[in-house]
């Protein structure tokens, strides 16, 4: 008989480290990606939402099969299955948290700008002292819808021969036949994991938000 603690929990750990890079990797990726949109001109402007268009519209289980097998075929070189996780969940996170960033950006841009400009402070310092901070607290709730989302997609990994949480059950199943107590106790898992990750989110948002200002998550 299989012991299912061992997968069960290595599922875990490979959902928890993919979802979170993914998140945070893709949140300073998409600030920059936001900020360039906003800033870099009419071509780096289209190259930026021709990337957001193609993340935001495509399957990520298309999006990790061109990543690890048909790009390194054209280009003929390996890749880590693994790395190549991390890579697209966080390439497919920063093309989502572009449109937050860029969105609290917009908010707060004008009223902030002049403000810093009237007491000698540069563009750029505004933007990146006065601007970007308040931004970033007013898409913690945004932030969180989309730890939620990463994290219940990181079962597209099996395409990749990487087994997360649901891989895990899976694995579990098929060796024990034991159906609904495997499934009930992966959903409770993911229940427990996302709701303490977004009542921390909630708790961080409720002390650091803006009074007055909010974008949509």
Known sequence: MVDPFPLIFDGF????????????????????????????????????????EFFRGSPIIIQLFIFLYVI?????????????????????????????????????????????????????????????????RIVIPAWSNEFCSITKSTPALLILGIRDLTAAAMTIVGQTWRVVETYSAIALIYLAWITIVTKIADIVYEKKKIPGIEISA
Do not use: C, W
């Open 72 to 136: 390194p075929t054209v280009l003929n070189f390996r890749i880590d299955a693994l790395a190549v996780g991390f890579m697209v969940f966080a390439l497919n996170s920063a093309a989502y948290q572009k449109g937050y960033v860029k969105g609290a950006v917009e908010a707060i841009f004008q009223d902030q700008m002049m403000a810093g400009l009237s007491i000698g402070m540069s563009r750029l310092q505004t933007l990146l002292h006065v601007i970007l901070p308040q931004a970033l």
């Open 13 to 52: 750990i490979t959902t928890v480290e993919v979802s979170i890079f993914g998140v945070f990797a893709g949140l300073a990726l998409g600030t920059v990606l936001a900020l360039g949109d906003l800033y870099g001109g009419r071509f780096f402007s289209i190259l930026i939402r021709g990337y957001v």
